[in-house]
């Protein structure tokens, strides 16, 4: 599933793919994705100017003239920019068709991604408007995360993955920032400390940013190469999420699996408390 760090990425390369073009033809080659594309409404892509391309939490938002275009890679999609003569891969479901012999192209095999326009501020967007602390755009992560966190009495780890709280925390980066931080997963969020929740802050931002550097690789590949340019899904050295029954680098004893709200965790009974 393309977490943060590739949706940072893809950002990045749609802004270059974007850059000093326009786009000058809407290709919907299949519009059921979680909600249908309205073909009608992402036609105001043409032509039209973009004043810029952000991210908020795993959503990208593209800001034209009016409106905005918000898409978001669901569970399997992906973004590539192609030369205009190579033949669409299965899957391919929006086509944007650039003025410089460029297409970008939308993929999603299990097609719970989106692209959906609105006429508003995307901020103001339903999808958007309720999301939680941005990690990367605040320098005192772990302080927020405390104050928010003394009347909600839920395992940490459900807690940093609840994106009305703070966007962009997969189960990956939280078992991997927990465990970096000494916090055992299932500890309850308002029974930690703000010493140990600054600690946190930093190790989530240190996890996702060194996702976003592996990332660079796969930037400039979609940058330069000629044939396919799509970005992958990173795959960074891991401390214990996926890791059990194997040693703890840290301290040797074996990595313990359990699932909490519903997901896989992973973590060292003894370095974590
Ligand atoms: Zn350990």
């Not at 339903?126 to 839920?154: A, F, H, M, Q």
């Not at 997963?185 to 996702?211: F, H, Q």
Request: with cysteine.
């Amino acid at each position: 599933m393309p977490e943060l760090p590739e949706v940072e990425v893809t950002k990045k390369a749609l802004s270059f793919a974007l850059r000093d073009t326009s786009i000058i033809g809407v290709n919907v080659r299949n519009k059921k994705l979680r909600w249908p594309i309205e073909e009608n409404k992402i036609k105001n892509l043409i032509h039209t100017d973009i004043k810029k391309i952000d991210r908020r939490g795993k959503y990208i938002l593209v800001h034209c003239e009016e409106g905005a275009l918000i898409l978001h890679l669901g569970m399997s999609g992906s973004i590539g920019v192609f030369d205009e003569n190579i033949k669409y891969h299965k899957h391919d479901h929006l086509e944007l068709i650039l003025n410089n012999k460029k297409v970008i192209r939308l993929n999603d095999p299990r097609r719970f991604g989106c692209a959906v326009w609105t006429d508003k501020k995307p901020e103001e967007h339903k999808l958007i408007r309720n999301l939680g602390i941005e990690p990367l755009e605040v320098s005192d992560l772990g302080e927020r995360l405390y104050s928010l966190s003394r009347n909600r009495n839920t395992a940490v780890k459900n807690y940093i993955m609840n994106s009305n709280i703070v966007v962009g925390v997969g189960n990956i980066y939280a078992s991997e920032s927990l465990f970096r931080s000494g916090i055992n997963p299932i500890r309850s969020s308002n029974r930690i400390s703000e010493d140990r929740y600054t600690r946190l802050g930093v190790e989530i931002k240190k996890v996702l940013n060194e996702a976003i550097e592996m990332g660079g690789t796969t930037l400039r590949d979609f940058t330069y190469y000629n044939e396919v340019r799509q970005v992958g899904y990173f795959k960074q050295k891991l401390f214990v999420y996926g890791k059990s029954g194997e040693d703890c680098r840290k301290c040797g004893q074996e990595i313990r699996e359990r699932v909490i709200g519903g997901r896989n965790s992973f973590y060292c009974s003894k370095c974590q408390t």
